[in-house]
């Protein structure tokens, strides 16, 4: 064989090799990997970080708490990895949206409200062993309270009184049991309560409007009610003045009793007579002062005569009277 073949074939071989052993290099390689992902999938090795902990049930059936950071490591089919609680403060929604929730208040008036609660996990063994879904139950006896309060209030304290009802609130989350006997929130589940905020209290936008039609329609109804008022207190003023002049006018003239037919007769005379003066056809009334009824005559408009020019009232001349002499009864008045 000549060395120029012979050399040939040793190359070939070394390149066969080289290939086979980095084709095993990446088999092995790729089982690594499948193998640790694996034990990361199974959480064979876990990592418990700082704030959080996780509770383990064994292969007996017992569950545990492991609160210290850092890895560790469990049987893959003898224990389960069940939950990993965080430490920090979280976070309930009313009705688990953060948008708002509808309730109704007393006066079944509906109104959207959102509000939320913080809290703390203190007892692992109480929040995690002692409650399957806590979560869950800790949302439906957080909602069922914070209704409790807000729907025993009317519309106008819910609006007016958010810093009460809040604090109200607050003081019932903590202390109030959540059954007469039972226990409270925080050793049913174990939990610290750290703060509660009511954001947000309003109507709907069908109620928004009717209550703005209602703020209207009373503001109209409390002017008018101001006009009657005032309209009543000048008609008050008015009979008062005019009570006032006619008491007046009698102790002027020293009437008695016997005599306030002859004054109202008078004064609804005078009442005729001042309605006729301002009628539009120019002409004035010669009202007779006679209780029989007799009709009023009337008489041309006196433009241009004097007060002398009288005018004959069933063909007689009214006689002067003598000054402050009063005329008797069924005599004739002269109205200017």
Known sequence: MEPEQRFRLLQRARLKKLFKRT???????????????????????????????VILEDLSGDRR?????GWHS?????????????????????????????IMSRGNVALWTSAMLTYRIADLQRWGIENKSPQTLLQNDFDGIVKDVMQSQTVDELISGRERIKEQIYRDLKD???????????????????SFVLRDTRFGEKLTEAS?????????????????????SRTRKLYAAYRDGVQEFRDSLGLKGENDRFLFDFLNQQRWAAA??????????FVLNNTAGSPPVVLPNPAGTTGKDLTTVHGQTPQNKKPGVRPAPGEAHQAD
């Open 212 to 232: 703005e039609e209602k703020k209207r329609r009373e503001l109209i109804a409390e002017a008018e009610n101001y006009a009657a008022d005032l309209e009543a």
């Open 74 to 102: 469990r049987l893959p089919f003898f224990t389960r990895l069940e939950l990993e609680v965080p430490l920090m403060n979280q976070q309930v929604y009313l009705g688990g949206v953060q948008e708002g929730e509808r």
């Open 23 to 53: 084709l095993l290099l990446l088999l092995a390689g790729l089982l690594l990997y499948y193998c640790v992902a694996l034990v990361y999938a199974t959480k064979t090795i876990y990592k418990v970080r700082r704030n959080y902990a």
């Open 176 to 194: 109030r049991p959540i059954n007469e006997g039972g226990p409270t929130l925080e050793q049913k589940y174990g939990i610290e309560v750290v």
């Open 276 to 285: 006729y003066e301002k009628n539009q056809q120019g002409q004035n009334t």
């Open 65 to 69: 708490v492991v609160q210290e950071v």
